[in-house]
């Protein structure tokens, strides 16, 4: 007895040491090979405080508290390795806030270390999925990631599944999801100029820290379009942008199915139309090749095509919505013809606050005349609910939920895109152009205001009411 038992043990110990080393040796994701890595040991320089440059390359703090970058370089890990040596601080201050609010949501260590070998499970064929080009990138930035968390997994690891963090967090919610964004756009005989302009309010909430270093960064690859993006510390995929083609991509997240396993995280297939797509179809090809672990909406509008559509993306089909009229709304349902008969599309449309909140943006639209940048800002700060109820302040419902990361407003034939401030979408927007920021800012050494004053949008007068500050009391308690 006593000698079986001692084999039973041997056997099982073997066997937990053999799927051990079969787990690690599957799910860890080795770094790209990259031929030349000199750029390893570039260093910034200091040129102000908080303005710091690295070649042409540079990154500064505004008066508005927007960070505001300007990369290029001639290969993709080059890319990276630049913006995260520029963003060194903040790159390493996000991955903080994001760790210490996963620790706020879930605050029992047990779950939390099943948890991190879950999704590390889960994604140990995300790097099948992402192209050569955005590997290096986020090889480039990871190394830039603090040693403190190390024991999570290696620092490109860690940020590859940093970028799949909005679609892991969206299938992981049921109902009440965090990532409940509204878009709009309208052009023709509804915009004020005839020109084509889009807004959208972007509810990803991991935490007010977490938005508290907004970052807009102009990046100029040596292949692909010029373009401009909002993002944070090390994160190079796109969720909100337009391109100096006159094309502008935002993602709206809608409800799916529990995934088996992970796929092309959505911001990337959003930031390779930003930086390969001129048109809608051209859009539509890119998102096709592309598979995706969850649904998402990518509204695009093209100034060549005179008008906005939406790319509807599951993991299993694709449709596109056109709107009938001169005006386009984007919540968290699909539209289009493909998901008519969608079951879990109904079901979203029928528990969820996206029909609530699509119905709540057309009647802001339907309210103006003509829409330009400041009836736009006025939309997306709406606070109330249908026919002007006060349905109370962070309520899902609302076009602005009060939770939101950033919020911009895009008119793309101008080349110009206003950005919220700190906090939400309550500070001003300030408003850049990006066809100036890449002719006159490329190897910027004299800290200065880049945006154009003049027209930017003041900030919400509620954000200096009693109600904000009953707000801010109601969310301590």
């Not at 860690?158 to 309208?186: E, P, W």
């Not at 993006?229 to 709206?252: E, P, R």
Request: proline share 3%.
């Amino acid at each position: 007895m006593k000698k079986f038992l001692l084999y039973s043990l041997v056997v099982i110990v073997v066997l937990v040491v053999s799927l051990w080393v079969y787990f690690v040796s599957v799910a860890t994701l080795e770094p790209p090979k990259i031929q030349q890595s000199d750029c390893i040991n570039w260093e910034r320089k200091k040129l102000d405080k908080d303005f710091y440059s690295l070649g042409n390359s540079w990154i500064k703090k505004s008066n508005s508290g927007l960070w505001e970058m300007y990369v290029e370089a001639k290969d993709p890990f080059e890319r990276g390795t630049i913006n995260g040596k520029l963003a060194q601080d903040l790159v390493q201050l996000q991955e903080v806030y994001f760790i210490r609010q996963i620790k706020k949501l879930i605050f029992s260590k047990t779950y939390l270390n099943y948890l991190k070998y879950a999704i590390v499970w889960f994604n140990r064929d995300l790097d099948k999925y992402v192209s050569d080009e955005y590997k290096q990138e986020i090889y480039g930035v990871s190394n830039s990631l603090n040693d403190e968390y190390d024991f999570i997994g290696s620092k490109y690891q860690r940020s590859l599944n940093y970028h799949a963090a909005h679609d892991i967090g969206h299938a992981l919610q049921d109902k009440n999801m965090v990532v409940g964004c509204t878009s709009f756009s309208a052009w023709d005989a509804k915009s004020s100029d005839s020109n084509l302009i889009v807004g959208r309010n972007f509810d990803f909430y991991v935490g007010d820290e977490f938005a508290q270093d907004k970052v807009l960064c102009f990046y100029n690859p040596i292949v692909g379009n010029k373009f401009v993006f909002v993002t944070w510390g090390g994160f190079v995929g796109a969720v909100s942008g337009m391109n100096d083609k006159g094309l502008t991509v935002t993602i709206n997240a809608s409800k799916s199915d529990l995934p088996s396993g992970s796929a092309t995280p959505i911001s990337l297939v959003a930031r390779e139309i930003l930086q390969y797509a001129s048109t809608i179809a051209e859009a539509q090809a890119i998102a096709e090749k592309r598979k995706t672990f969850v649904s998402e909406s990518i509204l695009v509008g093209s100034v060549k095509d005179k008008k906005t559509s939406i790319i509807e993306k599951s993991p299993s089909k694709m449709g596109l919505y056109e709107s009938p009229t001169n005006y386009i709304i984007c919540a968290n349902n699909f539209q289009s013809k493909a998901f008519e008969q969608d079951e879990v599309n109904q079901q979203n449309k029928n528990t969820s606050s996206s029909v609530y909140r699509h119905d709540r943006m057309e009647e802001l639209i339907e309210s103006y005349k003509k829409i330009g940048p400041q009836e736009v800002a006025q939309i997306l700060r709406n606070r109330a609910g249908k026919n002007n109820r006060d349905i109370g302040m962070g309520n899902e419902k609302s076009i602005n939920q009060l939770i939101a990361h950033h919020s911009v407003i895009m008119e793309p034939a101008k080349g110009l895109i206003w950005v919220s401030t700190n906090p939400f979408q309550l500070g001003a927007y300030k408003c850049y152009n990006i066809n100036t920021v890449f002719t006159t800012c490329v190897g910027l050494n004299q800290k200065k205001e880049i945006c154009d004053n003049a027209l930017s949008i003041a900030a919400d007068p509620f954000l200096f009411s009693p109600a904000y500050r009953n707000f801010l009391n109601y969310k301590i308690i």
